[in-house]
Nanobody, 124 residues
């Protein structure tokens, strides 16, 4: 069983940066694709970014392209989401998810394990 723990969320002002971490325990981390998703109150879950098991395949949601960067350190069983030039519309609970068997991608239904999420609030 894989456990995912997000950290790094907080309250920031527009234009600031945050770095989220997703730490995994259990399982074989270097065979998992990792995705970041977010959900704001009253809105549907939104794809943010994904990285495959090797780090060679990366994809971003349109609303974060050019501002967010995803990276992974398999030696530390951790995936990072660097968020720059934050906007109020980035306010949401951010969750990471792991997909088994080398899968990855923007479709949340392929992910097998989910973290509890971390709140990011961006004020104007």
């Amino acid at each position: 069983q894989v456990q995912l723990v997000e950290s790094g969320g907080g309250l920031v002002q527009a234009g600031d940066s945050l770095r989220l971490s997703c730490a995994a325990s259990g399982g074989t981390f270097n065979t998992y694709g990792i995705g970041w998703f977010r959900q704001a109150p009253g809105k549907e879950r939104e794809f943010v970014a994904t990285i495959n098991w090797s780090g060679r395949y990366i994809s971003y949601g349109d609303s974060v392209k050019g501002r967010f960067t995803i990276a992974r350190d398999n030696a530390k069983n951790t995936v990072y989401l660097q968020m720059n030039v934050l906007k109020p519309e980035d306010t949401a609970v951010y969750s990471c998810a792991a997909a088994k068997d080398f899968k990855s991608g923007p479709d949340y239904t392929i992910y097998d394990y989910w973290g509890q999420g971390t709140q990011v609030t961006v004020t104007a």
